[in-house]
């Protein structure tokens, strides 16, 4: 017993020696790996499902998704379909069709470890294909004769017309279509683990646009309203995605190296004479 206490003893200092032998590391480097994650966001647009349930007159679905490609680009994409009627003062008419925006998204915060948090600017090519349908028209006559029925074509007897009737038979024009240039701003916060809620203002330059010879392109789907005399249009989004991860990539840390300053010598006492 006597020897097992005298040999464990002996070890422990040994190995006491031998540990204290080693320089102390008053700074030591950080060895955790920081990663982020890469990979696709899928979603849906919230905005044109709100409009939908609330207009009967309009319906549209957009899909929103993007891929991270390095620590602050993402390739981006929105696909969506849109009908939607509109009335005017002298004729109503429907636009129906598809669009699809290929762009990238170049986020410029700054998160925290952990965090993927964006407030992005980009840009977008857009194309669009679609149809559109005047429903009915009014002719527009600068010497008509106020609430004249006589002066109406098959007028309605309990109704009152400034213009004279032109025609209720609906008119097709289809193969249309139209490109544009798209400057997006938009934020994604991340509400819960890989859920997104995001938002978006988008401005259009119509780069092309062919119209039917007797009716003009009014409302374009994924560019909207389009006014007369301008290339430019507004539009915006809000969406909720889907963050799936594929893999992840190490993490570039900033790292200061401060210089520790030096430990001042203690004075030494004089020597006696």
């Given amino acids: ?108 915060y700054g998160n925290w470890y952990g965090m993927n948090n964006s407030i992005h600017v980009g840009g977008r090519y857009a194309y669009s294909t679609f149809s559109q349908t005047l429903n009915n028209y009014q002719i527009f006559d600068t010497n008509r004769y106020w609430n004249d029925p006589d002066y109406q074509i098959n007028p309605d ?31 994604k916060a991340e509400l819960f683990a ?23 392109n009014l409302w374009i789907p994924g560019f909207n309203k389009v006014t007369d005399g301008s290339k430019f249009g507004v539009g915006y989004n809000y969406s909720i995605t889907y963050f799936l991860p594929l893999y992840k990539k190490a993490k570039k840390i900033k790292e200061k190296e401060e210089k520790q300053p030096p430990i001042p010598e203690k004075p030494r006492a004089p020597e006696n004479p």
């Fill in 1 to 108: 017993m006597l020897r097992y206490i005298i040999s464990s003893f002996l070890f422990l200092t040994f190995l006491l020696g031998y540990s204290q032998s080693k320089p102390i590391d008053l700074q030591p480097k950080d060895t955790v790996a920081h990663t982020d994650p890469y990979g696709i966001r899928v979603g849906i647009d919230l905005s044109r499902l709100l409009i939908s349930f609330l207009n009967d007159d309009y319906q549209g679905l957009e899909l929103v998704g993007d891929y991270r490609i390095t620590n602050k680009l993402y390739v981006a994409a929105e696909l969506g379909n849109e009908k939607n009627t509109k009335q005017e003062d002298l004729y109503n008419f429907t636009t129906s069709g598809s669009y699809i925006k290929l762009g990238v998204d170049y986020n410029t």
């Fill in 157 to 187: 007897p309990d109704a009152v017309n400034d213009f004279p009737w032109g025609s209720d038979v609906a008119q097709e024009f289809s193969g249309l279509n139209a490109s544009w240039l798209e400057a997006v701003l938009g934020i």
């Fill in 194 to 216: 890989n859920i997104y809620l995001g938002a978006s203002v988008r401005i259009g330059f119509l780069v092309s646009n062919k119209e039917p010879d007797s009716f003009s």
